[in-house]
Every structure is written in C-alpha cells, then in structure tokens.
T-cell receptor, first 116, second 112 residues
C-alpha cells in the first residue's frame, strides 16, 4: 500500500533560520510522482514542486530546495533563510502511475511557524 | 495548469440538511477528485469522479452520504447529505493534467 509519512508535526524556527521538512514514502510502483504543497491559513493548497521517480536530481527554487533520495524513499524540503510568510502547513504527497487511479496520497502535514 | 472555480467558499449549515458544492474547470479533464480535510488533519480522498460513469468511492465514504455528479468534462458537484457536526471540514476538488494536480480554493463547511 502507498503511504506518506511526515514525522514532524510542528516545527518552530526564528526568522532567517534554515529548516528542513522531512517526507518518507512507501510505494510498490516503479513509476510515481512526489509533490509538496503549502497550505497557508487561508486554506488553499499552493503547489510547490513535482518530481517523478526517474529524476533524482535535487532542485533549487529561490530559498526552496528539495532532496529526493530513492535509496531512502525520502523527499525532503528545505527552506533557507526562513521568513514569517513561510508560516503554513506543508504537505508531501505521492501519486500513482498514470495507468492507475491517479489519486494523491497525502502525508499528515508539518505545521511550520516562523517567528520574527 | 487548469483553473478551478469552487463554490461556495464557505457555509454554515444546520444539522440534518444537505449542501452541494460545485467545481467548474476551465478545460476538459478526465478525472476529478474530491477531498475532505477535517480540522487540523490532512487531506483524505472521498471519491474519484469520471464523466459518464459512477464515482469511485474510497473506503469509509458512501454514495448515500456524498453523492457526486459529473455531467460533463468540466463540471462536478459533491453533496454532503444529512449533515452532522462531524462533517465540519474543508472540502476540495482537484483535477490532474500531465501529472500536475490543481486544487479548488476549498469550501469551508461548518455544521451547527
């Protein structure tokens, strides 16, 4: 069965600190997709990144970076020099291959609080 | 990516009543998904709606409680029936295109 685990329920940092959000996944598929979403207090889901199972390159987008390691089934997300506006709930998610249902499996989410 | 218009954005309903949530997509999509997010929790898939066939419900969700319509490739509705306070949640629709998932802005439902 597919599963996504975000072991960190809540993280609190002071502005300008770096913070890493962990994500561990389980799947028997060889083709799958991993995602990170941000959910600010307003409730909408903001897409951050998608990574397919064949692309293990790390990615950097501004202050955001992602580390995908198939060997440990992890897809961790780092925010460098955190800001108060980064405060939100962050979800890691996994989707099946296109030939299957295509549904997203979400982790439990990590609430990040960045204090000024 | 697709653009989704979800209505209503929020509602306060009396227990025992029903609420229908609408999602309109700006382009045709094969699958639409309905999720529930209970307070402080993650998102849980309720059902997958394909045009021209009955929705596929996840374990723990039944059609009598959450009937879904999918009359065409750009529109779907989810009804929350015979509501109780436990149904107070955010309900979100989602579509997928080229393995990119787009979500509606959500419907924040409070049942009193």
């Amino acid at each position: 069965a597919q599963k996504v685990t975000q072991a960190q329920t809540e993280i609190s940092v002071v502005e300008k600190e770096d913070v890493t959000l962990d994500c561990v996944y389980e799947t028997r598929d060889t083709t799958y997709y991993l995602f990170w979403y941000k959910q600010p207090p307003s409730g909408e889901l903001v897409f951050l990144i998608r990574r397919n199972s064949f692309d293990e390159q790390n990615e950097i987008s501004g202050r955001y970076s992602w580390n995908f390691q198939k060997s440990t089934s992890s897809f961790n997300f780092t925010i460098t020099a955190s800001q108060v506006v980064d405060s939100a709930v962050y979800f890691c998610a996994l989707s099946e291959a296109p030939s299957n249902t295509g549904k997203l499996i979400f982790g439990q989410g990590t609430t990040l609080q960045v204090k000024p | 990516s697709a653009v989704i218009s979800q209505k209503p954005s929020r509602d306060i309903c009396q227990r025992g009543t029903s609420l229908t949530i609408q999602c309109q997509v700006d382009s045709q999509v094969t699958m639409m998904f309905w999720y529930r997010q209970q307070p402080g929790q993650s998102l849980t898939l309720i059902a997958t709606a394909n045009q021209g066939s009955e929705a596929t419900y996840e374990s723990g969700f039944v059609i009598d409680k959450f009937p879904i319509s999918r009359p065409n490739l750009t529109f779907s509705t989810l009804t929350v029936s015979n509501m109780s306070p436990e149904d107070s949640s955010i309900y979100l629709c989602s579509v997928v295109r080229d393995y990119g998932y787009t979500f509606g802005s959500g419907t924040r439902l409070t049942v009193v």
